[in-house]
């Protein structure tokens, strides 16, 4: 019950506190890397008992925030003050230079300046307001999703706190979705949109397909609309939070009715759906643990610890999800998975191959659009 | 109303049978009853006819017929055909022959030539005077020709006509595409123009006969229509500027910055903030779509898109280079500087079929590439993407959208509107329209200069058309510069139509 108790923390307000609680925070469903062979029996439990506490767990009820460009345009001001916040938020944008990049490749000025622009979007009720600024009357009101306050707040989060932009609008446009993101869920990444498109051969078939640490639903949710009337995705996460946004996007996108989502640990919800699904992709956490504390500010101070520490070498919930997929995947199911690069694919394609006892076919390592190894994909013999 | 209505078209019937040169020039007929089997199989069912609503000059006089006008999608010619499971065969190979058409005149044979050349004075729309309104709408009428290159684009007419009557024509449905687009845009255009003239010369004969009869409320019915279309003219005036193939389009507008480092780049992006409050003021909407920022200040390159009817129709008298001479701000020995920017704008094309298929195969796309491990490591905004058309070798890169998704799309279409417009350069000097270089077409010469010190004016080098507020110019008061160059280029065909 450990687990609960973290996740239970509000979110909401005490943000930066999160990652320290996380940090401090061993992840609950640590396995030690073990090889399994080739298992088709049912008779499976026994290789899940660590981490069979998080099935458990009650799902508390965690309120999904509504990201700001949603938000009804309640507040208002006049157009000088909200010229003066636009001027005070450039010049601490362009104060920044090309520090952040210094530091740890971060952000530079010009594109925390365009992520400026993309907040008085979200934040502003008619775009026309915002370039009039200096020219504007005091007269005509302007509306706004958040009140001035609280933008003068966001803006400062994001360049003082390194509070990734995303967190601050509620937000991410990923793919042609614009799914919702707050704190103790991790913003999806553009790399892992390639799934979608790795997966599409094998959607056309249908079937049940599941979405391992789905996060936000982004990769559930891609799939479901690829899928169409075709089949149905169930997507589990460990973290309420990602359970709940998750099922907020879900529902956004009107899919309720074609995605499940479950809280649990990777396949241990999905016990009825054994040797049933058609497809698996997941984008489990992959760094490894060394590496956390040298993460860009964004990620590792602001992003779920649960989302990203994959272990000593990265690879423990990838070892768990392949082993595991052998039972759940039915004869020719599909899967892919996300990696951290070239060393971790090779790792794991090996490992499918020849460790697992002929379990696979046509395992394939593929790299992202930066030319970097990163996806592993194949075939459930 | 009714009692106004009736009138009217019995009036209308009246005057047709009065003027039987305009039916023999409407139903003019050069019929080819095989041609019918040339048109492309949808012909039949494209179309409730465009035609019907136009048809006021033949009003009651022919109830029974029920047009429908040949069109493909773009098509508003004149082709008239009976409804194939309605009622009369009318005709199945009619087409319109503009240069054999009559001026419309009014009973006692006045036309709008006629009064343009008469000496009645135009005096101010309240004065409430019908010669006065007739004779405005009459010269606006004569200018809107004049603008459009009357005789020739009759001419013109004629021969896609003739073009269009071969009973081979759909043998090349590409090329037969292109005419019948052609013909149905220069003929919707003719077609304005002439309605507008005959409903001038019916509104004075219909004056005539109110006072005539005496006939009050009809008189007043008919100085106001007059009026209307007095006001109605000017707009139809400045439409007639922009009677390019693609000018009511919307259009990018792309700034470049000239060498000489953060002066020219600043003055790039004062250039680009004059375009878009200029396209804010007209009611267009504008986006950002690329923008390479300057090292210390301002822009090397930025693209915009304005959305809008006209816009590129306006925004093209902008092409060019576009001259600063100031006292530099990034100077500190506060010396003269000239600067340069280059303007560039491209018609986003609304007829698909008219675009070049880009191959994907043709595409290199490159897109930001986070540094180190990617992936769950790296969470950035940043999604530029980049693409290239190899063959042509021409760029577009889009990083304002915000997922790599929609700046792909976005850059997308911004290549294929490059790629269209190469294109179009291309079979222009093909066609030997244009004499000048790719490179002068898509940058152009330079246009005009912006001084700021040591005295203040802006001057358009190609109309002499020059204001001593830059400030004003700059904040984008263009019109005056964008009508006096499109007026010069489109009036300059002297006095003859
Ligand atoms: C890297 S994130 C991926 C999120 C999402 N699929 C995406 O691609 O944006 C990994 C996800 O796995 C979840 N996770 C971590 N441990 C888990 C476990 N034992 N069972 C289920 N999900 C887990 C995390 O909460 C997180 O949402």
Redesign the interface.
């Known amino acids: 019950m450990k687990v609960s108790s973290t996740f239970l923390t509000p979110f909401s307000s005490t943000f930066p506190l999160i990652s320290s609680i996380l940090q401090n925070h061993r992840k609950p469903n640590y396995i030690p890397f073990r090889r399994y062979s080739c298992v088709t029996s049912s008779s499976s439990s026994s290789s899940s008992s660590s981490s069979s506490s998080s099935s458990s767990v009650t799902p508390i009820s965690h309120k999904p925030q509504i990201p700001l460009f949603l938000r009804p345009p309640i507040y208002s001001t006049t157009q000088p003050d909200l010229h003066n916040f636009i001027t005070w938020a450039k010049t601490l944008a362009s104060s920044i230079g090309s520090t952040f990049v210094q530091i740890d490749?971060g952000?530079d000025s010009?594109?925390l300046l365009?992520?400026l622009?993309?907040f008085l979007d979200d934040a502003v009720e008619d775009p026309?307001d915002i370039?009039h600024g200096r020219s504007g009357t005091s007269a005509k009101r302007v509306g706004l999703r958040a009140s001035l306050d609280e933008m003068y707040k966001l803006w400062g989060s994001r360049i003082q706190e390194r509070r990734?932009?995303?967190y601050v609008v509620g937000c991410e446009?990923?793919?042609?979705l614009v799914l919702s993101v707050e704190e103790g869920v991790?913003?999806p990444?553009?790399?892992?949109?390639k799934i979608v498109n790795l997966a599409e051969e094998g959607l056309k078939e249908g079937g049940v397909w599941a979405d391992l640490g789905t996060g936000s639903g982004a990769l559930a949710i891609a799939i479901s609309r690829v899928l169409g009337k075709n089949g149905r995705v169930l997507a589990t996460d460990l973290s309420p939070v990602a359970v709940s946004v998750a099922s907020y996007n879900v529902e956004r996108y009107g899919l309720q009715d074609s995605i499940k989502v479950k809280q649990g640990s990777w396949f241990e919800p999905l016990k009825e759906f054994e040797g049933q699904l058609a497809g698996v992709v997941s984008?489990p956490?992959?760094?490894p643990s060394e590496?956390i504390s040298g993460?860009?500010a964004?990620?590792g101070k602001h992003?779920p610890i649960l989302?990203?520490d994959g272990g000593v070498e990265g690879l423990d919930d990838l070892f768990h999800l392949c082993t595991r997929m052998s039972i759940m995947l039915k004869p020719g199911g599909f899967f892919v998975f996300?990696?951290?690069?070239e060393k971790q694919c090779k790792i794991l394609a090996d490992y499918l191959e020849n460790v697992t006892g002929n379990c696979f076919r046509d395992v394939t390592i593929i790299s992202?659009?930066?030319g970097?190894m990163?996806f592993v994909t194949g075939y459930r013999i | 109303m009714v009692h106004f209505l009736a009138r009217r078209s019995n009036l209308r019937s009246q005057i047709l049978r009065q003027t039987p040169k305009i039916c023999a020039f409407l139903f003019s007929s050069k019929s080819n009853p095989q041609n019918t089997q040339n048109f492309p199989p949808y012909y039949h069912k494209t179309r409730e006819s465009n035609f019907q609503e136009s048809t006021f000059l033949f009003g009651n006089a022919i109830p029974l017929l029920n047009f429908s006008g040949y069109s493909t999608n773009l098509i508003k010619n004149a082709k008239l055909s009976s409804g194939y499971d309605q009622g009369l065969v009318f005709s199945s190979g009619v087409r319109f022959f503009a240069t054999q058409a009559t001026a419309p005149a009014t009973s006692d044979g006045l036309t709008v030539e006629g009064i343009v050349a008469s000496p009645w004075p135009i005096l101010d729309e309240d004065e409430g005077d019908w010669k006065s309104h007739a004779s405005a709408v009459a010269q606006s009428i004569h200018l809107i020709k004049k603008r459009l290159q009357w005789k020739k684009l009759l001419v013109r007419l004629d021969l896609l006509s003739v073009e269009l009557n071969k009973p081979n024509l759909w043998d090349d449905p590409v090329h037969a595409g292109k005419i019948s687009r052609e013909h149905g845009s220069l003929m919707g255009k003719v077609k304005e123009v002439m309605d507008f003239e005959q409903e001038l010369i019916e509104h004075i004969d219909m004056l005539k006969l109110a006072r005539e009869e005496n006939d009050s409320e009809l008189e007043s019915e008919t100085m106001n229509a007059l009026l209307r279309m007095r006001r109605d003219s000017k707009e139809r005036e400045l439409e007639a500027m922009l009677a390019g193939e693609h000018d009511s389009a919307s259009c990018y507008i792309e700034v470049q910055a000239g060498a000489g480092g953060t002066e020219s780049n600043d003055w790039a992006s004062m250039v680009m903030e004059m375009y878009?409050s200029w396209a804010?003021r007209r009611g267009y909407r504008v986006t950002?779509v690329d923008e390479m920022?300057g090292e210390m200040a301002g822009i090397k390159r930025a693209t915009i898109k304005v959305d809008g009817k006209y816009a590129y129709g306006y925004a093209k008298a902008e092409v060019g280079v576009h001259r600063l001479v100031r006292i530099s701000p990034f100077d500190s020995a506060k010396r003269r500087h000239t600067s340069f920017a280059a303007v560039a704008v491209i018609p986003i094309l609304k007829d698909v079929s008219t675009r070049v298929q880009i191959k994907e195969s043709d595409l290199r796309i490159d897109?930001y590439?986070?540094?180190?491990?990617?992936?769950?490591?790296?969470?950035?905004?940043?999604?530029a993407v980049r693409i290239t058309h190899i063959p042509t070798g021409i760029v577009a890169t889009c990083?304002?959208?915000?997922?790599?998704?929609?700046n792909k799309a976005t850059a997308m279409a911004v290549l294929q509107s490059r790629v269209d417009q190469l294109e179009i350069a291309r079979q222009a000097q093909m066609n030997s329209q244009h004499t000048e270089s790719l490179t002068e077409i898509s940058w152009g010469n330079q246009i005009r200069s912006y001084v700021l010190q040591p005295y203040q004016m802006v001057k358009d080098s190609r109309t002499n058309y020059e204001v001593s507020d830059p400030e004003s110019v700059l904040d984008g008061d263009l019109d005056g510069f964008i009508l006096s160059f499109l007026s010069a280029s489109v009036d300059k065909h002297g006095n003859s139509l």
């Open positions: 490749d952000p010009t594109l365009r992520e622009n993309w026309l370039s990734p932009f995303q446009h990923w793919r042609d991790l913003i990444r553009p790399e892992t949109g984008n956490p992959y760094i590496d993460l860009q964004e990620v992003e989302a990203l996300e990696t951290n690069g992202d659009f930066a970097i990163r | 878009k804010q950002l920022p897109r590439r986070a540094g180190g491990a990617g992936g769950q490591s790296v969470n950035t905004t940043d999604s990083q304002n959208e915000r997922s790599q998704h929609q």
